[in-house]
């Protein structure tokens, strides 16, 4: 059973950083497929990062060179580093997890709020 487990949100104002963390377990890390996704009240989830299993970065127009996704094959788990981070960076981060053969596995969330 894959368990994905966020923590590092916060609340924090306009132009500074937060680090989420992703703990995961029940499947074979290093075959995984890692991403962070956000969805805002009202809004529909989207995409922030994804990091392949060879660690080959993606992410959207919105957060590209602010965000930065990482890994850490040998301790299950998967970093989010968000630089100058904007109000409307503002929603709940949730980690995800592909693994072949399987659909999408998702966290709980974690909440992340910038004021302006």
């Known amino acids: 059973q894959v368990q994905l487990v966020e923590s590092g949100g916060g609340l924090v104002q306009a132009g500074e950083s937060l680090r989420l963390s992703c703990a995961a377990s029940?499947?074979?890390?290093?075959?995984?497929?890692m991403g962070w996704s956000r969805q805002a009240p009202g809004k529909q989830r989207e995409w922030v990062a994804r990091?392949?299993?060879?660690?080959?970065?993606n992410y959207p127009d919105s957060v590209k060179g602010r965000f930065i996704i990482s890994r850490d094959n040998a301790k299950n788990m998967v970093y989010l580093q968000m630089n100058n981070l904007k109000p409307e960076d503002t929603a709940v981060y949730y980690c995800?997890?592909?693994?072949?053969?399987?659909?999408?596995?998702w966290g709980q969330g974690t909440q992340v709020t910038v004021s302006s």
């Open positions: 995800a997890a592909l693994v072949p053969g399987s659909s999408w596995s």
């Open positions: 029940g499947i074979i890390f290093s075959d995984a497929l």
């Open positions: 990091i392949t299993n060879i660690g080959v970065e």
